[in-house]
């Protein structure tokens, strides 16, 4: 167990619609990243927050955003969804802003599998 | 841009015999290499990291990683495969957008490992 929470754990939804998933990062940590996990695309990183503050943003479509709360807990939101949407998402929690340069490590939620209908 | 190539997405070996998997990345700075792992229905977990200190990283579970710049490759290796090394491996690499001041993690697309009792 990471310590990092998503929920929730499936969704199944039409194409067109919006939906938020949730992450809690581990207790401490003040940057959250979100990560789209697909079969043809892989692993990409999807955009940084570091308390509160958008700190870096990868292949994030313009339908996609998100945001992170004062509680440090964060939300990302996907509109317009599309068959292409269908993936995992993950999201992974670090200590600083800097996990990339290895100072520290980021930790993993178990993911949202997200199936667009 | 940086990018990594990891050589086989599925590698099938005997349990006790060596286990190497293979990581080639491209970045025009130094870069700061990771291997994760990634266990059914689980989130990443980091093996091991190189930040420029020594060549030959030790990891969690018996793995190691030896960077060796000439061939701009990061392979994993372990000497003796259990049973439960069965899983997804992933490298990722990351540099420093010295513009944002932000790292991003650029993944490989993973090799999948099988261990055959």
């Known amino acids: 167990d990471s310590g990092v929470t998503q929920t929730p754990k499936h969704l199944i939804t039409a194409t067109g619609q919006r939906v938020t998933l949730r992450c809690s990062p581990r207790s401490g940590d003040l940057s959250v990243y979100w990560y789209q996990q697909s079969l043809d695309q892989g692993l990409q990183f999807l955009i940084q927050?570091?308390?509160?503050?958008?700190?870096a943003k990868g292949n994030i479509l313009e339908r996609f955003s998100a945001q992170q709360f004062p509680d440090l807990h964060s939300e990302l939101n996907l509109s317009s969804l599309e068959l292409g949407d269908s993936a995992l998402y993950f999201c992974?929690?670090?200590?600083?802003?800097?996990?990339?340069?290895?100072?520290?490590?980021?930790?993993f939620g178990p993911g949202t599998r997200l199936t667009v209908l | 841009a940086q990018s990594v190539t990891q050589l086989g997405s599925h590698v099938s070996v005997s349990e006790g015999a060596l286990v190497l998997l293979r990581c080639n990345y491209s970045?025009?700075?130094?870069?700061?290499l990771f291997w994760y792992v990634q266990y059914p229905n689980q989130g990443l977990q980091l093996l091991l990291k190189y930040t420029s200190a020594a060549t030959l990283v030790k990891g969690i579970n018996g793995f190691e990683a030896e960077f060796k710049k000439s061939e701009t490759s990061f392979h994993l290796t372990k000497p003796s495969a259990h049973m439960s090394d069965a899983a997804e491996y992933f490298c990722?690499?990351?540099?420093?957008?010295?513009?944002?001041?932000?790292?991003?993690?650029?993944f490989g697309k993973g090799t999948k490992l099988s261990v055959i009792p």
């Open positions: 992974a929690s670090s200590t600083s802003w800097a996990s990339g340069s290895g100072t520290d490590t980021q930790y």
């Open positions: 970045s025009s700075v130094p870069p700061y």
């Open positions: 990722a690499v990351s540099d420093q957008d010295s513009g944002a001041g932000s790292y991003q993690l650029t």
């Open positions: 927050y570091y308390n509160g503050e958008e700190r």
